[in-house]
């Protein structure tokens, strides 16, 4: 494992024809982006990815946890520039940097040093240039927090960090235990004043983090969007996972604030027989997409997608989902019979995506990736034309958890995707895909 300077540019890369098949797409190109084997690599969650993209499509932040084969590892947020044959530059050196996100222009990233742990428990916000990569300290959080009134403790905040579209303020959230009580709190960072304040939405879940709304609308240019989980769950002050139902709410609901933290309106989607899971925002568009499990549509299992705007509803409706009055809803999947989706990845305009699905069998050997565009349907509402991408062969679920978790450049030129093929398994390595063609927009009007 070799160790390199911030900002050294270094070449690891290299084709990868072994993940094509026989029905691949002939124009498609795999290269293996990293490939020390002492070394986990992976692409960050599907609601922050689109955020490490430079807006040209250029250059992509990933995380690195280096040494993994003798213990977790040490996370190296590290730069692929995808237009350089996909070489590799380290950004950080530091214990505990997490959280990244990319300014608006491209040019810094912003990312969390978590110290919630140390002796003397401190978050610091810290931002590198990508022209020089000369680093500097913006925020030392040490006292208590405006808004929570506790300081940051616990080691707990989310790896997670979203920009507003007006690039004034951040979104994070961070644990704040005290030695009986595993709180936390949502955070928000004016970049202007260079303050930190939070908020409570759900204390007692680990990750209460909002993602901000990606379009260009004014009206909601401070809007967040939270999963609910009505559980009480995390790592409480003994390092011990902890989960337990909080309330009486069946299932996990959707709601978008704005970052004072009042609540704008709630997403209609959950219900008897209709999951919620890995929600985002549909682009830029004031809309919130969601992929679920329906046994209500079909006699047989479908893994369909939901995409629904923010209603605004009394206190009382708030928990819903599917039945919150005034409720608009639209299954983009509703003309392919057996959909199958978990993550997805949006471009900017709502149109084009690119998902992984469940692949619940054989250790998850059996997820594969497609990507899909938004057309007009039949009906006049939209719907997905869909077309196979590649299968990553990577072990998503049973023992492993080496989830795919596409990520779509906003060129629309790249998907990179994590992978245990060819590693060892549970230690996923980053590939990158190129050579693709989204669908055309086809009528899809097939019986369901």
């Not at 609540?263 to 549909?282: M, Y």
């Not at 392919?336 to 469940?358: F, K, L, N, Q, Y």
């Not at 093929?421 to 990158?432: I, S």
Request: aromatic share 10%; net charge negative; with cysteine.
């Amino acid at each position: 494992m070799e160790s390199h300077a911030v900002g050294q540019l270094y070449a690891e890369g290299k084709p990868f024809p072994e993940m094509l098949t026989t029905v691949t797409d002939p124009n498609i190109e795999v290269f293996q982006v990293t490939t020390d084997l002492e070394s986990d690599a992976h692409a960050p969650a599907m609601h922050s990815s689109h955020g490490l993209f430079t807006p040209d499509g250029r250059r992509f932040v990933f995380h690195r946890q280096r040494g993994t084969a003798n213990g977790p590892g040490k996370v190296v947020l590290t730069l692929c520039e995808i237009a350089d044959g996909f070489k590799l530059r380290d950004l950080t050196d530091e214990d505990n940097a997490k959280a990244p996100i990319l300014s608006l222009d491209g040019r810094f990233l912003y990312y969390f040093v978590d110290n919630g742990a140390s002796d003397k428990p401190h978050i610091i916000l810290k931002r590198i240039s990508l022209d020089d990569f000369k680093r500097e300290t913006l925020l030392v959080v040490d006292g208590p927090v405006e808004g929570v009134g506790r300081v940051p403790r616990g080691g707990g905040m989310y790896d997670g960090l979203s920009i507003s579209r007006d690039g004034k303020r951040l979104s994070t959230s961070c644990s704040f235990y005290t030695d009986t009580d595993p709180m936390f709190s949502s955070l928000i960072v004016d970049l202007e004043k260079m303050t930190i304040r939070g908020f409570q939405f759900e204390k007692y879940n680990w990750r209460p983090f909002g993602t901000y709304y990606r379009g260009n609308d004014p009206r909601y240019v401070h809007h967040l969007l939270f999963g609910h989980s009505h559980y009480r769950s995390g790592m409480d002050v003994h390092g011990k996972w902890y989960s337990e139902k909080a309330d009486d709410v069946p299932r996990p609901t959707l709601h978008v604030l704005t970052d004072e933290g009042v609540q704008a309106g709630v997403i209609p989607i959950g219900d008897e027989g209709e999951g919620v899971d890995h929600a985002c925002w549909r682009g830029g568009l004031y809309e919130i997409v969601t992929h679920t499990s329906s046994t209500r549509t079909a006699k047989h299992w479908r893994g369909i997608m939901l995409t629904a705007a923010p209603v605004a509803c009394k206190p009382e409706d708030q928990y819903k989902g599917a039945r919150v009055p005034g409720a608009k809803r639209v299954e983009l999947t509703r003309y392919i019979t057996r959909p199958d989706v978990c993550h997805h990845s949006w471009d900017a305009s709502g149109t084009h995506v690119v998902c992984d699905t469940e692949g619940w069998h054989q250790d998850g050997l059996a997820a594969y990736l497609w990507l899909g565009t938004v057309v007009k349907g039949p009906d006049g509402a939209p719907c997905l034309t869909p077309k196979y991408l590649i299968h990553p062969k990577s072990a998503w679920s049973g023992s492993y958890w080496t989830e795919c978790q596409p990520a779509l450049s906003p060129d629309l030129k790249t998907v990179f995707v994590n992978s245990d093929f060819c590693c060892k398994a549970g230690h996923p390595q980053l590939f990158a895909i190129r050579g693709f063609e989204f669908p055309k927009g086809v009528d899809r009007s097939v019986t369901t």
